[in-house]
Structure formats: C-alpha cells, structure tokens
Nanobody, 114 residues
Framework: QVQFVESGGGLVQAGGSLRLSCAASGSTFSTTRMDWYRQAPGKQRELVAAITSGGATTYADSVKGRFTISRDNAKNTAYLQMNSLKPEDTAVYYC????????WGQGTQVTVSS
C-alpha cells in the first residue's frame, strides 16, 4: 500500500506561482515513477507531469515550459513547481504512482483568478 499527502495549493492571480508537494509513504518511493494529475470541475482527470525513478520527466503540452516536476527520494516527496499560472490551470491536483494502481490522495486545490 501507499499513501499520498498533497499540499501547497491555494488561490493565486494569473501569472503567479505555486509549489505543490506530495509526501508519500512506503519504502519503495525511490524506485517508482511519480505522476501529477489534475481534475477541473466537470472534466476528466488528466496527467500533467511525470518523473521516473531515474529523473526523466514528461509534461502535458498545456504546461510545458511553465511547470517543473521534481523529486527528493531522501524525503519521499515529489514536487510540482507551477509558474505563469493561468485560469485554466484551476483544478484539484493529485499525485499518483502507476506502481500502486487505484491509490490516490485527497488532492490539493489550485485556483487561479484572472
């Protein structure tokens, strides 16, 4: 099993920045790929960014150049640095690992005002 605790969300004006954190339980964190997803009201959950155990990263086209995913294996924590935020980034953000299908945290709300 694995548990995630997301934090760092909030209300920010367009153009602002936020840094999300995801604290994960379990001893296998360093060997797992970590993903950030988001779900806006009335929309499906979508993959925003992913980082492999080796540090390779991928991003959704909508956030490329604005968001940066990273990880600190010593702290069992993944991060999502979000810059140049837009109102369309408003959503609940979740972290996830494909190594434990179906396990989701409570998410953290990000609201970007125009």
């Amino acid at each position: 099993q694995v548990q995630f605790v997301e934090s760092g969300g909030g209300l920010v004006q367009a153009g602002g920045s936020l840094r999300l954190s995801c604290a994960a339980s379990g001893s296998t964190f360093s060997t797992t790929r970590m993903d950030w997803y988001r779900q806006a009201p009335g929309k499906q959950r979508e993959l925003v960014a992913a980082i492999t155990s080796g540090g390779a990263t991928t991003y959704a086209d909508s956030v490329k150049g604005r968001f940066t995913i990273s990880r600190d294996n010593a702290k069992n924590t993944a991060y999502l640095q979000m810059n140049s935020l837009k109102p369309e980034d408003t959503a609940v953000y979740y972290c996830y690992t494909p190594s434990y299908p179906g396990y989701w945290g409570q998410g953290t709300q990000v609201t970007v005002s125009s």
